[in-house]
């Protein structure tokens, strides 16, 4: 789990500079859309890797 919080962090702050030296809109918009992208990247290492390795252990 703290590996994944690691990584969201970090994913962020990717997020977040991409989107400042790409697009230079306002900063608010910047965070707005750097934690939308950083929460659905939690979100699938959190919940979308454990199911779909539950269901690659049930094949083999």
Do not use: H, P, W
């Amino acid at each position: 789990m703290k590996q994944n919080i690691i990584y969201s962090i970090v994913f962020f702050f990717v997020l977040f500079g991409l989107k400042y030296l790409f697009d230079k809109s306002d900063t608010e918009s910047m965070l707005i859309t750097s934690l939308i992208g950083t929460a659905i990247f939690f979100i699938y290492r959190v919940i979308v890797r454990k199911y779909l390795y539950k269901q690659k252990d049930q094949e083999d």
